[in-house]
């Protein structure tokens, strides 16, 4: 059984077509690209609504999902500029926990695909 996911693309274009058209220059760079990632999801989201209300945050964090591919893009953030997992786990509104078990988990898994 194939997993489907939503098609961002179509969400986001109707979202703004219909409720914020003045947004439309400053996503298309985003809603361009051939894959659409969570991190561009979230970027999304920040540039259609603004930020929210303390609450609003916090349930959209809990029920947040994260996939391979943008678990990744978060950790070579990290190399590339440099951050500890606290300052990582604080620019993605994550917690630490989370951030050592992916790098935990990530690390190991290409370990053991390299044979080392």
Same mark, same amino acid.
């Given at each position: 059984? /194939?997993? #489907?996911?939503? =098609?961002?693309?179509?969400?986001?274009?109707?979202?703004? %077509?219909?409720?914020?058209? =003045?947004?439309? /220059?400053?996503?298309? =760079?985003?809603? &361009? *690209? +051939?894959?659409? &990632?969570?991190?561009?999801?979230?970027?999304?989201?920040?540039?259609?609504?603004?930020? /929210?209300?303390? *609450?609003?945050?916090?349930?959209?964090?809990?029920?947040?999902?994260?996939?391979?591919? #943008?678990?990744?893009?978060?950790?070579?953030? /990290? +190399? *590339?500029? +440099?951050? %500890?997992?606290? +300052?990582? !786990?604080? $620019?993605? @509104?994550? &917690?630490? %926990? #989370?951030? !050592?078990?992916?790098? @935990? $988990?990530? @690390?190991?898994? $290409?370990?053991? &695909?390299?044979?080392?």
């Amino acid at each position: 059984m /194939q997993r #489907t996911c939503p =098609n961002y693309r179509v969400i986001y274009n109707d979202i703004i %077509n219909r409720d914020h058209p =003045n947004k439309k /220059q400053e996503c298309n =760079n985003i809603l &361009s *690209k +051939e894959e659409i &990632s969570m991190l561009d999801v979230i970027k999304l989201n920040n540039i259609i609504f603004g930020i /929210q209300d303390k *609450k609003t945050v916090e349930f959209n964090q809990k029920h947040r999902s994260y996939d391979k591919n #943008t678990i990744l893009e978060i950790l070579e953030y /990290q +190399e *590339k500029n +440099e951050l %500890n997992n606290t +300052e990582l !786990a604080n $620019h993605f @509104k994550l &917690s630490r %926990n #989370t951030v !050592a078990k992916w790098k @935990k $988990h990530f @690390k190991q898994k $290409h370990l053991h &695909s390299l044979n080392i």
